[in-house]
């Protein structure tokens, strides 16, 4: 199964074997391979360099966000797309406020309608 998030501290470069042990997918001929699931790799040698693989281009055909400290070679690769997507919530949660004079709203008292909500404080 795909890792939600990974962090690796070898670099950005891993062996086949990391691949697989760590973010659970393999390279095949056919591509990038996780269970029933295969991703074509168009380039497959900017994917294998110096006999590794090059997570930058992983992250890129898996469309995974990823960051990798050059210094420190830590390399943390993000969520894919649908987990990301799947995590946002874009409901409003329900609430009441008075407004100026006092009248209590909530938003439920607007629901399919198109609402602008303005927020600021002094501090």
């Given at each position: 199964?795909?890792?939600?998030?990974?962090?690796?501290?070898?670099?950005?470069?891993?062996?086949?074997?990391?691949?697989?042990?760590?973010?659970?997918?393999?390279?095949?001929?056919?591509?990038?391979?996780?269970?029933?699931?295969?991703?074509?790799?168009?380039?497959?040698?900017?994917?294998?360099?110096?006999?590794?693989?090059d997570?930058?281009?992983?992250?890129?055909?898996?469309?995974?966000?990823?960051?990798?400290?050059?210094?420190?070679?830590?390399?943390?690769?993000?969520?894919p797309?649908?987990?990301?997507?799947?995590?946002?919530?874009?409901?409003?949660?329900?609430?009441?406020?008075?407004?100026?004079?006092?009248?209590?709203?909530?938003?439920?008292d607007?629901?399919?309608?198109?609402?602008?909500?303005?927020?600021?404080?002094?501090?």
């Amino acid at each position: 199964m795909d890792k939600p998030l990974a962090v690796l501290t070898d670099g950005p470069l891993l062996d086949a074997a990391t691949l697989t042990t760590e973010l659970g997918w393999t390279l095949k001929p056919e591509g990038l391979c996780q269970d029933e699931v295969c991703v074509l790799v168009p380039d497959r040698a900017a994917l294998e360099r110096e006999g590794q693989l090059d997570l930058r281009v992983f992250a890129q055909l898996l469309d995974r966000p990823i960051v990798v400290d050059e210094p420190t070679n830590v390399v943390a690769l993000g969520a894919p797309r649908q987990a990301r997507r799947d995590a946002l919530d874009l409901r409003a949660p329900d609430f009441t406020l008075p407004d100026l004079e006092g009248t209590e709203h909530s938003l439920a008292d607007h629901r399919s309608k198109k609402k602008l909500l303005v927020a600021f404080s002094s501090w």
